[in-house]
């Protein structure tokens, strides 16, 4: 009975497979993703997945990838990882062993994509990190890596630059950071910037993760009446604090915050208080690229993302789906899905995307893009550095 | 920490605003913590979903304030009728069933429920921080050379006022003297003719009603996200032990002491260790004076 089933069976799969496809034959280009999906994470998993399957749905759309004669519809394999990071290497070796994935996306920030960065290398595997920016992650001698994010003192050198050399007396900083990874490293780069320029840090303090209390802190920031005040955390850090700040009559002719600004969840929350503060990511839907990828300008990247999401993109989502980008960008310029010719066309490459532009140092970690200083400036973000990008001047004082 | 250059007479002040900072701080740590010391103290019920009635009280003055435009001081009464009902019917229908079930039973069944109340907040209003924006905050005033910021005053005044009125709710009135009395000795008050599950549902609304007052004043405080929970949850727990379980002022004074050590302890030993003073003075406190800071003497 089972054989004159099946040829029926097949027959009508057949007849809807037809009628579903395009006309040419599609194969499938397989690119393997763990993601911290669940756990402490996830948050962060969630918006990686976000911008990879923008970057997906928008070459499928357009009728997938066209090389070597053949056209290849994108296929994301997703594995949760669970914010475990060894589970995160045995994963990117399942996807490449069992699931047969063409190429790899990293698993989140630094540590994660520093692990698994191994396991890409040993088989020879293109891996794009979208989310570290630790030049430890690149400096292994790995030839498969590339990442999307310059090193943490690109955030900080142009601010100060601008700072130091805008002849408004800043002369003293005030440090105060999150005892945190990033956070902290940040402050630290900020503190070695602003010491390259002959500011004086009057004071580096550090605060507990899910410190609910700055009053004692700020009092203290005051006592040494700091011309710049440079504050690292997240977001509900930054929203307490700024409010904190104002509470203590704490008006520094610069208050520079990272990584809150960056969302406009920060500007809701905090209304006239987030005037004139000042912040830096790798990319803010406010710089403004014409670029060679699929989504062809910021603006178009920006409305896609609006359309799909009801949101405005941040700069990690902006990195994951340029991480695709960049990918495709890659296979065009190597005219075929090997993964040795692809990794050589991403050492070569030297364009520009949506995302900025794209170049690679010897490591594999970029060193073209120029992440932008901006400014909210009456309710809305303005960009200030690069020159290229720029949408208005640095203004100084005005804090609320 | 404290800066070499500060010179001798400005070392007064510093100390005063700290000791001003740490003290506003603390009068709004009673005011959380104290309705979970009466759940505690009256039931011998850990109630996990404190932390949560704290953030639901702050979202119903946040919408509040952004819809009808009450301003969150007024909401206290709004947010702490809203949480009296559900803490009564949580109690009434879920905990009496196994009130007198080990600590450890009512613990998971509070757990259980904070979990199931604060993703239910996250899924209704998403995990994203909100704050009430005052269109006319009282903004702050120098007396004296202290920085006095106003809302957080009166928010912190408010709170104290509260806790007064709750004070004298239960010295006064007759479901008062019975929450007392059954407190003191349930089989003696059900013995008296108190019925003493009502009772029950009464002390937990009146512990939540605590929690959604304390949750409209800190509105205008903290950015408010479900993730706040556990944060809330942790001060609760610590000004208890610290002051000392089942009394209000033991709360009063466990608020003030954590806020204080808290402040003092970032200007000492730097920001990062505040909490971990609060800790470590914790633990030698259950060490030496297990009982807390204030005993634990009932609702006299």
């Given at each position: 009975m089972g054989f004159s089933f099946k040829p029926w069976l097949l027959s009508v799969m057949g007849a809807a497979m037809m009628a579903v496809q395009p006309a040419a034959a599609q194969e499938t280009l397989r690119i393997g993703a763990p993601l911290p999906?669940?756990?402490?994470l996830s948050p962060e998993g969630l918006k990686q997945q976000r911008g990879y399957d923008l970057w997906a749905e928008t070459v499928n759309g357009k009728g997938g990838i066209e090389v070597g004669g053949k056209t290849y519809n994108v296929e994301i394999v997703y594995v949760d990882y669970e914010s475990n990071t060894p589970r995160a290497v045995q994963t990117a070796e399942r996807l490449i062993t069992?699931?047969?994935?063409?190429f790899l996306f990293a698993p989140f920030g630094s540590g994660a994509a520093k692990a698994a960065s191994s396991v890409a290398e040993r088989y020879q595997i293109p891996m794009i990190a979208a989310t570290a920016s630790s030049s430890s992650v690149y400096d292994?001698?790995?030839?498969?890596l590339f990442g999307t994010f310059t090193p943490n003192q690109t955030l900080t050198a142009p601010l100060t630059n601008i700072v130091a050399d805008?002849?408004?007396?800043?002369?003293t900083v005030a440090i105060y950071a999150r005892n945190d990874l990033f956070p902290l490293a940040i402050a630290n780069e900020m503190k070695a910037s602003a010491e390259a320029k002959d500011l004086e840090v009057v004071s580096f303090a550090e605060y507990a993760i899910g410190?609910?209390?700055?009053a004692s802190a700020l009092t203290l920031m005051l006592q040494s009446q700091p011309d710049w005040v440079f504050i690292t955390g997240y977001i509900n850090d930054l929203i307490l604090m700024r409010r904190q700040m104002a509470d203590l009559g704490i008006k520094p002719k610069v208050l520079t915050m990272i990584?809150?600004?960056?969302?406009?969840e920060f500007i809701d929350a905090t209304g006239p208080l987030s005037q004139n503060v000042t912040s830096a990511a790798w990319?803010?839907?406010a710089v403004s690229y014409e670029g060679k990828?699929?989504?062809?300008?910021t603006a178009n990247y920006v409305k896609a993302f609006e359309d799909k999401y009801g949101a405005t993109p941040d700069y990690a989502e902006a990195s994951a789906s340029a991480a695709g980008a960049i990918l495709q960008l890659a296979i065009g310029d190597a005219g075929s899905i090997d993964p040795t010719a692809v990794r050589d066309a991403l050492a070569a490459m030297d364009t520009v995307t949506f995302y900025g532009n794209v170049r690679f140092d010897e490591t594999g970690q970029i060193d073209s893009l120029e992440p932008p200083v901006f400014q909210i400036q009456d309710g809305t973000t303005k960009t200030i550095y690069p020159e290229a990008v720029k949408q208005g001047e640095m203004r100084y004082g005005d804090i609320q | 920490m404290v800066p070499a250059a500060i010179e001798p007479t400005r070392y007064s002040m510093l100390y005063a605003q700290i000791l001003l900072n740490g003290l506003v701080l603390g009068g709004l740590y009673a005011c959380i913590a104290v309705g979970f010391s009466l759940v505690w103290g009256v039931l011998?019920?850990?109630?996990?979903?404190h932390g949560s009635f704290v953030v639901l009280g702050s979202y119903i003055a946040y919408f509040a304030y952004v819809?009808?435009?009450?301003h969150p001081f007024l909401s206290v009464i709004l947010a702490g009728g809203a949480l009296f009902a559900l803490g009564y019917v949580v109690q009434a229908g879920l905990i009496n069933r196994v009130?007198?079930?080990?600590?450890l039973t009512t613990l998971v069944l509070t757990f259980g429920l904070d979990l199931i109340l604060n993703n239910g907040m996250i899924v209704a209003f998403t995990a994203d921080y909100r704050t009430v924006?005052?269109?006319?905050p009282l903004g702050s005033t120098v007396v004296g050379g202290l920085v006095l910021p106003l809302d957080r005053l009166v928010a912190m005044l408010l709170a104290c006022v509260l806790t007064v009125i709750l004070y004298f709710v239960l010295v006064r009135s007759s479901i008062g003297r019975a929450i007392v009395a059954v407190r003191m000795d349930r089989e003696a008050a059900a013995l008296m003719g108190v019925n003493v599950k009502r009772i029950y549902a009464i002390t937990f609304g009146l512990g939540a009603l605590m929690a959604g007052a304390a949750g409209s004043l800190l509105s205008l405080i903290f950015p408010i996200s479900p993730l706040n929970g556990s944060e809330f949850l942790g001060i609760a727990f610590i000004v208890c032990v610290l002051g000392g379980l089942g009394s209000i002022s033991g709360a009063i004074v466990g608020g003030l002491a954590l806020g204080a050590i808290q402040s003092f302890g970032a200007l000492l030993i730097g920001p990062q260790h505040g909490l971990t003073i609060a800790f470590v003075l914790l633990i030698i406190l259950l060490i030496f004076k297990p009982t807390g800071i204030m005993g634990r003497r009932g609702y006299e």
């Open positions: 999906l669940t756990g402490p069992n699931d047969k994935v063409n292994q001698g790995y030839k498969y805008s002849g408004q007396g800043v002369k410190t609910m209390d700055h990584a809150g600004p960056a969302y406009k990319w803010h839907p990828d699929l989504f062809g300008s | 011998n019920v850990i109630n996990i979903l819809h009808l435009g009450i009130v007198g079930a080990p600590v924006q005052l269109a006319h």
